[in-house]
């Protein structure tokens, strides 16, 4: 499919990524928790996508990983360099997502949840699952005018028909993962009662294209959540994501984001 890029990475250090997300979500649960019954409970209230909570583990996971290595070792930065630009920045926003089904389904509405990734530059996303998606685990949607071939029907799913536009969602088996660029209309849906979903999301820009004095501070948004702002290369990447940490983690489960 033209939109979207389906790209075999090596997976073995997705294994150890994964490893580090369980036991970081494990543990705020373990930590945080106040009259939540489990951990479904816990992370669907908390876990929200701006939630000061999330960035506090984002940072925490992110220390114990190596982007650098993360992006040799699966051979992205190969495919990168050969399909996209020889010389990009990666941007130092990088989603971990831990996502249950929530109990709000009923409030749950296309609408609000897709979007483009608009971060200013031209920006190819990464959206990489630590595991196999399917009509299960939910995973990424989006809206094309393309109509699937046979070969399409083994890594995306019909959700609905619109007037002329499908809407997909996306199916993987592990070390898959999607590229998309700005122009992608997407979102996520919500897992099934019962399952989960973990993914890592990151995003890169061709620097010929990054006005860098625009990228050069992080800073927090309105609702005074950390916000990561820089574009830096593979080597200055890691350092980077070490630096945030918090005053008072305890802060963070504040409900109104
Ligand atoms: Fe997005």
New binding site residues.
Partial sequence: MEDVTLIKIKSEILNKVRTIYHKEFDEAYKKFKKNEKNKSEFYRKYLTPTSGLLYYLQWKILSQISIKQLFIKSGLDKHIKKNITKDYLIYSMIFCRNHVNSINVKNYSLKNIL?Y?SYGPNTT?FWMPLHKINKNSGGLIFLSKKKLSNKDTKNFILLKRYKNKNLYQVKCEKGEIISFNKSLF??ANLPKRGFKRMTL?LRIADKKEINLKKFNKNYYSTKGVFRPNKFLSLNKIDNELKKFALQNPRSLLQLNY
């Fill in positions: 979007h990734d996303t997407h979102g999301d």
